[in-house]
């Protein structure tokens, strides 16, 4: 008997935006431990570079920090929800204050995760991402 590719389920992609490099290789590294079938096909350090890497990649899932130099991710979130009104995208930051989240579920963000509580990061991607 033989598996081929098809057989398999297609993991959720996901792209991780934050400006610090320690925080992305965290979340790459716990994703990639987790494995729930979620996979990282791009990281960006801006705003900038993450609507870049959105535009090439289509992820299903945005891991998206807010407080970043250059653009905020709430910022970002609302020009790729202009784009693709049905992205899933996940703020991911130290400073979840109720306006940022409020802010963020006015926007469409589907969920706002402390950076402290970044173990949980796999679980809620997974649960983010659309039905096949």
Request: charged share 25%; aromatic share 4%.
């Amino acid at each position: 008997m033989s598996h081929t590719a098809a057989t398999l389920p297609r993991p959720t992609r996901a792209l991780i935006v934050d400006d610090d490099d320690d925080v992305r290789v965290l979340v790459h590294l716990i994703i990639d431990m987790a494995d729930n079938g979620v996979e990282v096909v791009a990281e960006a350090s801006s705003a900038a570079e993450g609507l870049d890497r959105w535009r090439e990649e289509r992820p299903e899932v945005i891991v998206l920090d807010d407080q970043m130099p250059g653009g905020t991710g709430l910022a970002m979130a609302e020009a790729i929800f202009a784009e693709c009104p049905s992205q899933r995208v996940i703020l991911f930051s130290a400073s979840l204050d109720e306006r940022t989240v409020t802010r963020a579920e006015d926007l469409g963000v589907y969920a706002c995760l402390a950076k402290d509580r970044v173990a949980e990061l796999p679980d809620v991607i997974l649960a983010s991402a659309p039905a096949a």
